[in-house]
């Protein structure tokens, strides 16, 4: 089985930053991409950042030129560096990795989110 565990969450103000960690454990062969995704209340999962084993990232337009995601392969772990953030960026914020863990294909695994939130 596998296991992602999110931390760095927290409250902060606006301008702020705040670094968020996932890392992978269990019987892991293979990861493929790794991403940040968030939700709030009422609303749908949305994708914020994906950064592929090779290291090539896509971010979401909402956070474009503020976070950067990025990966250690050796450690399975991958990292989202939020700076300048605002108050709509509060949301549960989750990772997910596309894992080879011993059966012929990938999985989409997911962390148990944490809670960033941003004040005024």
């Known amino acids: 089985q596998v296991q992602l565990v999110e931390s760095g969450g927290g409250l902060v103000q606006a301008g702020g930053s705040l670094r968020l960690s996932c890392a992978a454990s269990?019987?892991?062969?293979?990861?493929?991409?790794m991403g940040w995704y968030r939700q709030t209340p009422g609303n749908e999962r949305e994708s914020v950042a994906i950064?592929?084993?090779?290291?090539?990232?896509n971010y979401a337009d909402f956070v474009k030129g503020r976070f950067t995601i990025s990966r250690d392969n050796a450690k399975n772990t991958v990292y989202l560096q939020m700076n300048s953030l605002k108050p709509e960026d509060t949301a549960v914020y989750s990772c997910?990795?596309?894992?080879?863990?011993?059966?012929?294909?990938?999985?989409?695994?997911w962390g148990q989110g944490t809670q960033v939130t941003v004040s005024s």
């Open positions: 269990g019987r892991i062969l293979n990861i493929n991409a």
């Open positions: 950064i592929t084993s090779g290291g090539s990232a």
């Open positions: 997910n990795a596309n894992v080879l863990s011993g059966g012929l294909r990938y999985q989409n695994y």
